[in-house]
């Protein structure tokens, strides 16, 4: 479903911009949302019984500072 949401194949104007190849994740990164902020209690996570965290990786590779 992504690749039809973000197809990868095709060149969008912000890779010709700035000369990168990540201009498809921007998209699917921007429906699901810049981040999550869960408090520590006492050293643990304070998630539900149910709830667990992911970390998702969107971009092509790995930029400065990472």
């Known amino acids: ?3 039809r949401i973000a197809p990868s194949d095709i060149e969008f104007d912000h890779q010709k911009m700035w000369h ?3 201009s498809h994740s921007h998209i699917p990164a921007s429906l699901v949302g810049p981040g999550l902020t869960v408090p520590f209690v006492d050293g643990t996570l304070t998630l539900g019984i149910w709830q667990q965290s992911v ?7 790995a930029g400065k500072g990472r």
């Open 20 to 22: 990168d190849d990540n």
């Open 55 to 61: 970390l998702v990786e969107m971009d092509t590779r």
């Open 1 to 3: 479903m992504l690749e």
